[in-house]
């Protein structure tokens, strides 16, 4: 069993910028974000694998950076430019070698002014 401890979060004005860091406490394929807003389904924001390729959402792209270190298992999110419809509960998410999912418990981040 992986558990994945998300760290980050919090109220930002619109334009400003927030880091989110996630760590898994074992060894972990694809990790990525998602993001899920009041009233709202889940969606993926940026995913990134083991070897660095990244797939992000497209609002999220120019915007948030996804990127990990492989030695400390943990995935980061840099997210810039950041806008009122950012507001959400940021999941991280993780995947095993062998298929298995995890998640995160939440954190949130609130764009307001």
């Known amino acids: 069993q992986v558990q994945l401890v998300e760290s980050g979060g919090g109220l930002v004005q619109p334009g400003g910028s927030l880091g989110l860091s996630c760590a898994a406490s074992?060894?972990?394929?694809?990790m990525g974000w998602y993001q899920q807003a009041p009233g709202k389904q889940r969606d993926l924001v940026a995913t990134?694998?083991?070897?660095?390729?990244?797939n992000y959402k497209d609002s999220a792209k120019g915007r948030f950076t996804i990127s990990r270190d492989n030695t400390k298992n943990t995935v980061y999110l840099q997210m810039n430019s950041l806008k009122p419809e950012d507001t959400a509960v940021y999941y991280c998410?993780?995947?095993?070698?062998?298929?298995?999912?995890?998640w995160g418990k939440g954190t949130l981040v609130t764009v307001s002014s």
């Open positions: 074992g060894r972990i394929g694809v």
């Open positions: 990134i694998t083991r070897g660095g390729n990244t």
């Open positions: 998410y993780g995947r095993s070698l062998g298929g298995i999912e995890y």
